[in-house]
């Protein structure tokens, strides 16, 4: 019994982790739409593949934190917001 919770607690967090995966992919989608930013542009700006920037668009994965931190500093985002979705309370 304990080996087949081991395996649904690991699905549920799997199922969290998409979750986050995809919110996070979101926000970055709806900041480079409003900024009117490519892929490419953003791929090239980065120095990273313009396929990685569109997995992180679509969330099949994230962008590292040193990532994050630049383009929140580009985009002048919070970077709190970008990477959880949730206003920093001061």
């Not at 982790?17 to 989608?29: G, P, S």
């Not at 700006?45 to 994230?62: A, H, K």
């Amino acid at each position: 019994m304990s080996e087949n919770t081991g395996h649904i607690s690991h699905l549920e967090r799997s199922v969290e982790d998409n979750r986050l995966r995809r919110a996070l992919a979101a926000r970055l989608d709806r900041t480079f739409k409003r900024a009117g930013v490519s892929s490419a542009q953003a791929a090239k700006w980065l120095g990273v593949s313009e396929d990685d920037v569109q997995y992180w668009r679509r969330g099949i994965t994230v962008p590292p934190l040193n990532v994050c931190t630049r383009l929140a500093a580009a985009f002048n985002l919070d970077i709190h917001w970008l990477c959880t979705g949730q206003a920093q309370i001061a």
